[in-house]
């Protein structure tokens, strides 16, 4: 073989990288075109690779708009229904709860942010586990993991600015609004007769207030309590 008609290695990761930027460039103009316009989340979107959080068997459709399966039966949420939450919750600077880890995804991205604080309960060891272990390869170590029902969070957690609540319900616990600092926001999603439903509370000095939005969201239930085994 002629030299010139060797594979030129080190022209190939130029070639890479620029795939990938395009594939990057597609993924958040897609959200864009989905009604995400926060510039804080879809920069922290483009920057936290989601399928370093897939599992290996569904890496390749990491950056389309779908929720993904987990180990212990559980979903890797789409990446639109992330983006609206975290655009309702506004957690840059704060100190945030995360309920339902998952992955790990949600939790990197509220770090890209730049919340001050990052406490994540999981009730799955296995999920608990695995995200630890991603996160801390990819360099977002600064987060807490723990194994913990996230409907009844530990006392000694203490309190927090912001709470998200990566998973639907029927009501959202008072376990959860009491951890709410004074000016402080828990954004989830509510089930109603229409479907799953964007939820903000905001918690006032007399009080929360809450707000089901028209905002409808594709996301899995989060069940309450300890799992027993996985």
């Given at each position: ?31 864009r075109a989905r009604g995400v316009r926060d510039a804080a989340v879809l ?83 296995t999920l608990a586990r695995n995200a630890r272990s991603r996160l801390d390869a990819l ?92």
């Amino acid at each position: 073989m002629n030299q010139d008609d060797a594979p030129d290695a080190a022209g190939q990761e130029p070639a890479e990288e620029a795939s990938g930027a395009v594939e990057t460039a597609a993924f958040v103009l897609g959200l864009r075109a989905r009604g995400v316009r926060d510039a804080a989340v879809l920069g922290a979107m483009e920057r936290v690779p989601r399928e370093a959080f897939a599992p290996l068997a569904f890496r390749d459709l990491a950056r389309r708009d779908l929720a993904l399966p987990l180990p212990c039966g559980q979903t890797m949420t789409a990446p639109s229904v992330i983006a609206t939450m975290l655009a309702a919750l506004n957690p840059q600077g704060a100190r945030v709860l995360e309920i339902g880890t998952g992955s790990g995804y949600a939790t990197a991205l509220l770090l890209r942010l730049g919340c001050a604080e990052v406490v994540s309960l999981e009730r799955y060891a296995t999920l608990a586990r695995n995200a630890r272990s991603r996160l801390d390869a990819l360099g977002f170590g600064a987060a807490m993991v723990g194994l913990a029902d996230g409907c009844a969070p530990p006392e000694e957690a203490g309190t927090f600015d912001r709470i998200l609540v990566n998973g639907r319900l029927r009501d959202l616990p008072q376990a959860l609004i009491d951890r709410l600092n004074p000016g402080g926001r828990l954004v989830g999603a509510l089930d109603t007769p229409a479907g799953p439903r964007l939820v903000a509370i905001a918690q006032e000095t007399d009080g929360p207030w809450r707000q089901v939005r028209e905002t409808p969201l594709r996301i899995g239930p989060l069940t309450p309590g300890l799992a027993a085994y996985l």
